[in-house]
């Protein structure tokens, strides 16, 4: 506990469980972040300045943790990570926080592929659902290639668009002349079809997608 709320241990998992606290749930960021993972319910106020991460290493990789009162990327000083790992097309492959109430966004967002996964052109799901609205954007991305954030009221998506080589969120000139820098270089990031070679079958796939543009 700290004069603030309530402080969690350095790594807390929910294994389908419910935690319940009156007071605003703190993840600290010193000595070392806070760790929240699993799967489970959080009802209290909840401040991020550690690490969300729902679902597992292991086994159930793809997980949902509900929050039944505000949350916060930190507060103060420090602002907390979220972590995502997607692994299929779905929304239930995709790692999610819905919150009842309000969602306040800063910090950092960091997202994973597992597995084989190569998204289609066009991909998009939610994995931050507010039902009482969104303020903020997350202050530093950590993106797999060609995917990117869009923000709404209510949600936060993930997605995907083969031809947005610099992750803005648009398919125009600077992602065709660098993806050509790329592909010249046999710089794996113009891998478009995610076998981790560079050849000619990413370079028509790449155009076909930046003459169809982001969908």
Do not use: W
């Not at 350095?10 to 993972?37: E, F, G, K, M, Q």
């Amino acid at each position: 506990r700290d004069s603030n709320g309530v402080g969690l241990g350095s790594l807390t998992t929910l294994h389908n469980a419910t935690l319940t606290c009156a007071s605003t749930i703190n993840l600290n960021p010193n000595p070392v972040p806070d760790v929240l993972r699993g799967n489970g319910t959080i009802e209290g106020p909840v401040d991020n300045a550690g690490i969300i991460r729902p679902g597992f290493e292991e086994g159930d990789r793809i997980g949902r943790i509900a929050f039944g009162a505000p949350y916060t990327s930190g507060a103060g000083a420090f602002h907390g990570v979220v972590e995502i790992d997607v692994d299929g097309p779905g929304l239930a492959d995709i790692d999610r926080l819905e919150v009842s109430s309000s969602v306040g966004l800063h910090g950092a967002l960091r997202v994973r592929t597992r597995g084989s996964f190569v998204p289609a052109n066009g991909y998009s799901q939610p994995f931050i659902i507010a039902g009482g609205g969104i303020t903020g954007q997350f202050a530093t991305l950590d993106l797999p290639p060609r995917f990117s954030v869009q923000y709404s009221t209510t949600l936060v998506r993930l997605r995907y668009c083969a031809a947005d080589f610099n992750q803005d969120g648009v398919a125009d000139s600077t992602d065709f002349f660098a993806y050509l820098d790329a592909f010249f270089g046999a710089n794996l990031s113009a891998d478009v079809d995610g076998n981790q070679v560079v050849n000619s079958t990413d370079f028509f796939a790449f155009l076909t997608a930046f003459f169809t543009g982001c969908p």
